[in-house]
């Protein structure tokens, strides 16, 4: 009798539980604790800490660092809250422009969209002119950069990619000192150019931050600092628009293919124009760069870099240094 007494009454404790942990998880955490300045950010994405540290990292100045250390953005068991007074301490005219526009005091995912959209390029102070840019990085189209030219995806225009060999290096090192990830260090910068009829109509451009995450802008036909692209198939918004697909693990034509031919797409060719001596399967087996894309770079930079050494060695003409990266890479 006292056993069965004893059961009820922790049967009776158990259910208790079980409801106030129910309530508690309808009714969320009590909100009415925190300080007026939080705010609640709705998060409709796959991995929204992922996203909130990249979006609201590029906003901590004077680099970009994490918002979640920084103060800026705080998680309670993945209910996401933005400090405001701790942003505008840190961006303070940038800051005013984010409204809670229905005064739901939350930031709805299209309200902070429009908001990153409206506020990157100024809070990454991205130079104004892709003139200033090139002048900054020390751009010009010469052998210290590597050059890859395609027909790809994100554009019916061709492509001209370059980055400069030097971070192609550094990169493989760091892939056969390191797990085999290719990682570029911190500063790196892709420049891809659209071409339509042999006329630049625009470049698109990633640049590493300081915190591993990559800026994404765009230049118009005219060189001036551009909120998007603007060539077919679609037009897409920068940095909102980009990130879909190069934080995303979907795989895409020509990378998908190579070593072999991509098949034309909906809207026209998807190809890399390389020499045939750079399609090199057993270098593309070993990076499987598309695929792993360890640092959200897309094209197969590492891949094609190497098996231009490779050529290179078959033919004897390859210098000291460079075969020693491959000797450190076992190729
Ligand atoms: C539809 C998917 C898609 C979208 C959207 C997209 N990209 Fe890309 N991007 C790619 C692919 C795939 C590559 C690899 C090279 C190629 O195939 O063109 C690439 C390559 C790049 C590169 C060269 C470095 C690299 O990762 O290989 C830059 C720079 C770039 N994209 C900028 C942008 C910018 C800026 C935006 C937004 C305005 C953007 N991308 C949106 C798919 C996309």
Redesign the pocket.
């Known amino acids: 009798m006292k056993s069965r007494l004893k059961m009820f009454s922790y049967r009776e404790f158990a259910l208790g539980m079980a409801l106030s942990m129910l309530l508690f998880a309808c009714a969320g955490p009590d909100e009415s604790g925190l300080p007026d300045s939080f705010i609640r950010l709705s998060v409709d994405q796959s991995e929204p800490r992922r996203f909130l540290q990249y979006y609201f990292g590029g906003y901590v100045a004077p680099q970009a660092a994490d918002p979640f250390e920084a103060g800026l953005l705080h998680d309670f068991s993945g209910r996401f809250y933005l400090d405001l007074d701790v942003f505008a301490q840190h961006r303070p005219s940038i800051s005013e422009q984010l409204r809670d526009a229905d005064g739901n005091r939350r930031i709805e995912w299209e309200e902070l969209e429009a908001f990153i959209d409206r506020s990157y390029n100024q809070a990454r102070g991205a130079p104004l002119s892709l003139d200033a840019f090139a002048d900054s990085a020390g751009f010009a189209p010469d052998s210290a950069w590597m050059q890859?030219a395609?027909?790809?995806?994100?554009?019916t225009a061709q492509?001209r990619?370059y980055?400069r060999e030097e971070a192609v290096r550094t990169a493989l090192r760091s892939a056969a000192e390191g797990d085999g990830r290719i990682l570029y260090p911190g500063g790196t910068i892709?420049?891809?150019e659209h071409y339509l009829d042999d006329a630049l109509v625009e470049t698109?451009?990633?640049r590493k931050r300081a915190d591993g995450f990559?800026d994404?802008?765009?230049y118009g036909e005219d060189g001036a600092l551009a909120r998007?692209?603007s060539t077919p198939p679609r037009a897409?918004?920068?940095?909102v628009?980009?990130?879909?697909?190069?934080f995303?693990n979907?795989v895409?034509?020509?990378?998908k293919s190579f070593p072999a031919m991509a098949p034309p797409g909906p809207h026209g060719p998807?190809q890399?124009y390389v020499p045939d001596e750079f399609r090199d399967a057993e270098v593309v087996l070993r990076f499987d760069e598309?695929r792993r894309?360890a640092?959200?770079?897309?094209?197969?930079?590492g891949t094609l870099f190497v098996s231009k050494l490779r050529a290179r060695q078959r033919a004897g003409t390859l210098d000291p240094a460079d075969a020693a990266l491959l000797e450190a890479l076992n190729l």
């Open positions: 890859v395609l027909h790809g995806v994100m554009t492509r990619i980055v892709f420049f891809g698109t451009v990633m990559w994404f802008f765009v998007g692209t897409l918004k920068s940095p628009q980009c990130v879909g697909c190069h995303g979907k895409f034509e020509p990378g998807r890399v598309h894309r640092d959200t770079v897309l094209g197969l930079y």
